[in-house]
């Protein structure tokens, strides 16, 4: 399935659109890097008309809610080992796997229609970075473990934990990333890991609260950063 042109006047006002809020984040990319981010978005399009991908539909809103929302957390990833769970479409780590291409990204999703076209996106993009494994994230079974594992939109903090904690190394860490601040998930967890950080993100163009929490499995203690 090959992804078709969007009018040169759309493609413009997107590729305008993703370069201001890439600078708005304060990120370094390169022309090939956002070229990639906008043929994913082409991609994300067509194949969402026949597989329903996400509830997105246009572009420009696909720009803000899907590629600059994922990139808002570019500076608190860390680690080279990344897997995301419950990737869907591969959001977060389609547009993270592109802006650091060092290092590995495994995206993990149950849904056969999705890793499909993850398959596809990784193909067209030439993205040997990643991974793509269709398997539910209870079930997973990897050789070692991972440094971060990323969330975005798949399930509650304390699910989170319970269903993917094998996958983390020991010093790893949960990224995961919320709306409101989630107070009331937070407190689920008491006893069971350490909140490292709730941070605020700022995504160019949404005028809708998002957080990213950052957890630790190293500690029993809860702690409650302001």
């Known amino acids: 399935m090959q992804p078709t042109a969007s009018p040169p006047d759309l493609e413009t006002a997107l590729a305008s659109q993703l ?11 390169s022309d090939t890097q956002q070229a990639q981010l906008l043929e994913y978005l082409t991609l994300l399009c067509k194949w969402n008309r026949a597989y329903n991908l996400t509830a997105v539909r246009e572009p420009a809103d696909m720009v803000t809610r899907h590629l600059l929302d994922s990139l808002a957390l570019v500076p608190r990833l860390s680690g080279h080992r990344c897997i995301d769970v419950g990737t869907g479409a591969g959001l977060p780590g389609i547009p993270l796997a592109i802006m650091f291409p060092e290092r590995e990204f495994h995206l993990l999703d149950s849904n056969g229609k999705k890793t499909r076209f993850l398959f596809q996106v990784k193909t067209a993009l030439a993205l040997s970075n990643v991974t ?95």
């Open 19 to 29: 370069s201001r809020g890439i600078a708005a984040l304060g990120l370094r990319s």
């Open 132 to 226: 793509i494994h269709h398997a539910r994230v209870e079930a997973f079974t990897p050789a070692r473990g991972f440094d971060v594992v990323l969330s975005r939109a798949f399930a509650s903090l304390l699910d989170m934990v319970a269903g993917a904690g094998h996958l983390l190394q020991p010093d790893g860490v949960f990224l995961a990333m919320k709306g409101a601040r989630p107070e009331e998930e937070i407190a689920a967890l008491a006893g069971q890991c350490r909140v490292l950080g709730i941070h605020p993100l700022l995504v160019p163009g949404l005028d809708e609260q998002r957080h990213l929490v950052e957890l630790s499995l190293a500690a029993t203690a809860i702690l409650n950063p302001h």
